[in-house]
């Protein structure tokens, strides 16, 4: 009986003969890791996902996980702020504060960080379609606590494409919104250089139902297409190019994702520097966030999960992840616990301290499946991606070629759930009727009013007749080519809200409606 991994590759037993790359940790193509001594010189980022209800019970969270050892922050946002809605809007009705938190003016950022020195930390935000507004509000928080906005150290998601493909939470049409990314880019390369100015994500891909090979594939080919957009600007190649990083689900097949890993680093070194050009080595190397599965979490025997994140998270480092976020056992059912949330960083901890896999880098280097597997993954998303640049990465997502591709991987994936071919412990075999449900957390419908009084109080306490210049301005700018990042600095500053901004780009650019079905 054949064995294959979950993208389907035939697995061999095992070969005699086998040629290994000859390639150090830290060099070009950095196959090995990005860094010489990798984790030797210091562990990877563990940074925890959160984000809930108001900022001050996220601030809570986030000081918490400080406390306990965490090293970096992850911002969580609810959908009616990843959507660039206020909480008062209609639409937001019911969602507010729901799965992330409520961010309607930068005074709810101030909140967030509230007793957090930003000068000494580093911060995620899982932002998309409005992530030029919420960069700004971070940065006018820095400013206004009296902490050098150029030294602010962190990374927003900023990557609408995969939006598109996988996610939905999107706004303007795709050129518009690649405007909004590349003005980022540029104003960022000037001011803020310490900070990453996109993520470039395949793990939405992948929990949308992608392979990894359709992971691997996807990414690169979005990511090219930022380079491309960001080289039409006339930017520097290797002045944006070291800010960019990128963003990786850490799945249940555990040589594969270490192998993806170690093909998407090489995979991407040759590309900036065969095809871009790029001269700086710094420019070619891929840094990237891994965060476990959570469409791998089951609701039936959660505390199963701990041991799934266990596995994921050891593919993540031996890997070579620079950053890492390990979901909790609760997550099939419901936001994750102070309990729970602890047990997940916990697990990084052992895993650092206790196994022995950060004392040398790639340590499964030379072994004949992993090798080999990196050679195969490598090779069929190649194939991959140059059926997608012959139809044009844009025109694919238009016509839905990659999201069909993605919607049939989970189609078979389910499939061979069914027919007992895959099996999920817990869910299609050793099933048990008798699993305790654990103590959930719950958002309380309060939050909504609350969120809405404390805008109320911004919008009545602010000068309107300069938040109404400030937003005719950006009206004005939106209709030229001209950067738009320094005026909605402005339009935050001025305590203009995350839907007056979003609005105004709205009523210039339009709103996106795909024009396909699947």
Known sequence: MDKRTLSNIEVPVYKEKFDIEDSQPGKYPFTRGVYSTMYRGRYWTMRQYSGFSTAKETNERFLLLLNKGQTGLSCAFDLPTQMGYDSDDEIA????????????????????????????????MTINAPAMVLLAMYIVVAEESGVDASQIRGTIQND????????????????????LITDIFEYCAENYKKFNTISISGYHIREAGSTAVQELAFTLTNAREYVRAALSKGLDIDVFAKRLSFFFNAHNDFFEEIAKFRAARRMWARMMKDEFGAKDEKSMMLRFHAQTAGSSLTAQQPENNIVRVTLQALAAVLGGTQSLHTNSKDEALALPTNASVTTALRTQQVIAHES??????????????????????????????????????????????????????????????NQKERIIVGVNDFVQEDTEVPELMKVPDSVSQDQINNLKKVKSERDQEKVDKVLSKLKEIASTDNNIFPVVLDAVRARASLGEISNTLRDVF???????TI
Do not use: C
């Open 510 to 516: 339009g709103v996106y409606r795909p024009s396909f």
């Open 160 to 179: 609408i494409l995969k939006e598109y493909i996988a996610r939905g939470t999107y706004i303007y049409p795709p050129k518009q919104s690649m405007r």
């Open 356 to 417: 022995g896999v950060a004392n040398t880098a790639d340590p499964l280097g030379g072994s004949y499946y992993v090798e080999w597997l990196t050679d195969e993954l490598e090779k069929q998303a190649k194939s991959l991606i140059n059926e997608v640049e012959e139809i044009g990465v844009l025109d694919a997502i238009a016509s839905g070629v990659i999201q069909t591709k993605i919607h049939e991987s989970a189609y078979e994936h389910e499939k061979l759930l």
């Open 93 to 124: 009705q019911g969602e507010v504060g729901k799965v992330g938190v409520a961010i309607d003016t930068v005074e709810d950022m101030k909140i967030l960080f509230d007793g957090i020195d930003l000068s000494k930390v580093s911060t995620s």
